[in-house]
């Protein structure tokens, strides 16, 4: 999950070869202005695109290094500074095993000290910061709580901020272990959801300090994709986020996806057996003594091993209570979607041949069955079978693409859409209104090496959100139009809470049509009905009769 792939690198076959290429706009060491923290003084560096000026701010620290006490303990702040912090770098990111989807090690630095953040904005909306403020749009990154960086797939800013002239801020939390383990009442001082707090806490820096950038603290709009869209999710339910963002886009998850509790404790015991704590009394200081190093290489082959739970203040019950209650600030205004082919990314886990990245191999029948099993319980397999195969048919690919659709239905798709009605459903007359979206416009350069069964997979959205096209000559002239029009629909709605005008079509809630706004700019303006009512219909039967057994996520060995 989440943003797989360092989208600047393209990734040839299976040769492990990576080409990255530079697309860094032209700088010098322009520096900007000093802007005076709370904290201390800071310093920026300024870029340019389109003759505009942008200003960077990397790797400014919103909360103390978390380590030693302060590992696996709540976000404190910074000790202040006096002397001027050049912030023209990215901080490290967080520590990280290697994403086990492509087998690729992430190749920068990565450091337990990680809780930094980024801002860019341009320049005349930081020298106008007095007179008037522009909308934030605050990004939590994906990676399935595992991996990934704030500024990982969003182009440092350009051309999304020079464009549309918002403020942009990519952050990092703490990942895997370091953000989500949890030994549940056994060591009740070690929280759930840090990852969460993390991010809970910068939006409160954000609150407290974007205006000195030129940015609204009352408009601020919180996106992400995949594990950061989930996170949106939580923080949508979350009674300690409340008043800190007034819009929020999901790209891709909720809180809709697997979180079971007694797992994440076991897992977490799991771990802590493995380390030389295993025979300690005190989970705590022995775990805040081990060498990170040691953690990391507990982590295990599970992509999603250590992930958020019900419980805490940040997410107080099960979110389906939350949602069926009302007990959840209903003012804000979603945006929300999917990806047509999700899941594609992720089948080869359940049988490398069949669902093979490059040439995957015929499916039959049969088989088609066993793999339908593996994540339906037996009750339901019958049930299923007919919903998603129909009469029996050895037709391979339509067996594969219907595997996909179960696939994506039940992790992605059928969670956000779901959601979104059920936040809609509970709103009062002045609540906020839910837009969805249905992206189904393959880019052309992001992995293009990918067969076409895969189609529009996830985590396809980024590079259309962030502008990659425009500055990456590899893309079409489709995705150069769809790529402004998605900045458009994104920075517009941050700034009025709707989305534009889709050519002729004017974008109805679902509080008004049950149905999403088609992005393709074959079909611009179309919106698709029949993916959104199945998963409403079908949705309470589904959610039930997962198995138990379900591992999509567990990788056994490397992939390619
Ligand atoms: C920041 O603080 C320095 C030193 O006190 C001062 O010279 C400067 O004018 C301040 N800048 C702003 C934007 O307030
Ligand atoms: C911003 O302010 C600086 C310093 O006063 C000035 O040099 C620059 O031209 C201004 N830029 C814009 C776009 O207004
Ligand atoms: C600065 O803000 C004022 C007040 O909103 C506005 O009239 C002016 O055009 C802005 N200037 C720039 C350079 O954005
Ligand atoms: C961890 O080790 C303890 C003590 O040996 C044992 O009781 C417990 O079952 C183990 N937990 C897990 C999840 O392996
Ligand atoms: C599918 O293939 C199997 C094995 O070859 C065969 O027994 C079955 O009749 C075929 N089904 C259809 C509908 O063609």
Redesign the pocket.
């Given at each position: 999950m989440g943003n797989l792939y360092h989208n600047k690198c393209l990734f040839k076959m299976n040769i492990l070869i990576l080409f990255c290429l530079i697309f860094s706009p032209v700088h010098g060491l322009n520096l900007t202005p000093i802007v005076n923290l709370t904290s201390g003084p800071i310093q920026g560096k300024v870029t340019e695109y389109a003759s505009i000026d942008v200003y960077q701010f990397l790797g400014i620290p919103y909360a103390k290094s978390p380590v030693g006490k302060l590992r696996l303990q709540l976000p404190v702040k910074p000790d202040p500074w006096t002397e001027v912090k050049s912030v023209t770098d990215f901080g490290p990111a967080c520590l990280q095993p290697m994403n086990p989807v492509l087998n690729i090690p992430y190749t920068g630095k990565t450091s337990e000290d990680c809780l930094y953040l980024n801002i860019y904005v341009t320049e005349s909306t930081f020298n106008n910061s007095s007179e008037r403020l522009r909308p934030v749009l605050f990004w939590i990154h994906g990676g399935a709580f595992t991996f990934g960086y704030g500024n990982e797939g969003n182009t440092e800013g350009i051309p999304m901020v020079p464009l549309h002239d918002v403020v942009l801020v990519t952050m990092n939390y703490r990942l895997n272990a370091f953000g989500f383990i949890y030994f549940g009442a056994n060591e009740p001082r070690i929280p759930p959801n840090i990852g969460f707090q993390d991010q809970l806490f910068a939006l409160k820096w954000v609150h407290e300090n974007i205006h000195m950038f030129g940015g609204d603290p009352n408009s601020v709009t919180i996106f992400g994709e995949s594990a950061g869209s989930v996170s949106i999710s939580a923080h949508l339910l979350s009674p300690p986020s409340k008043g800190l963002f007034k819009r929020a886009i999901l790209e891709s998850g909720t809180v809709y996806i697997d979180h079971d509790l007694d797992a994440l404790i076991?897992g977490s015991?799991?771990l802590y057996?493995k380390t030389s704590c295993?025979k300690s009394e005190d989970v705590l200081e022995c775990m805040q003594n081990l060498k990170a190093k040691e953690i990391l290489n507990g982590l295990g082959d599970k992509l999603v091993a250590f992930s958020f739970t019900a419980g805490g203040d940040i997410l107080p019950y099960e979110p389906s209570k939350i949602l069926a209650e009302g007990l959840y600030d209903n003012s804000v205004d979603l945006l929300l979607g999917v990806e047509k082919n999700e899941a594609s990314m992720f089948m080869n886990a359940i049988d490398p041949m069949a669902f093979n990245h490059f040439s995957p191999m015929p499916i039959s029948y049969r088989e088609a069955t066993n793999f339908l099993e593996r994540i339906f319980d037996s009750k339901s397999i019958d049930y299923f079978r007919e919903l998603y195969f129909g009469p029996e048919t050895n037709n391979s690919d339509y067996l594969r693409t219907q595997l996909e659709r179960a696939y994506s239905d039940l992790l992605f798709v059928c969670p956000t859409f779901v959601f979104g009605h059920q936040y809609a459903s509970n709103l009062g007359t002045n609540g906020g209104k839910v837009y969805a979206y249905y992206h189904t416009q393959r880019p052309k350069a992001y992995l293009p090496f990918f067969n076409e069964w895969m189609g529009t997979f996830h985590s396809s959205d980024i590079p259309y959100v962030f502008g990659l096209p425009l500055i990456n000559p590899d893309y079409s002239q489709k995705d150069i139009s769809l790529s402004r029009e998605m900045m458009k629909i994104w920075t517009h709605f941050a700034e009025n809470g709707e989305p534009p005008m889709v050519g002729e079509t004017k974008w109805k809630p679902f509080q008004e049509k049950m149905s999403a706004m088609i992005l393709n700019i074959d079909d611009w303006g179309k919106t698709e009905t029949g993916r959104v009512e199945f998963c409403l219909k079908q949705w309470d039967y589904l959610y039930p009769h997962v198995s138990k057994k379900f591992q999509l996520f567990r990788y056994q060995s490397p992939i390619l």
């Open positions: 076991t015991w799991e057996n295993s």
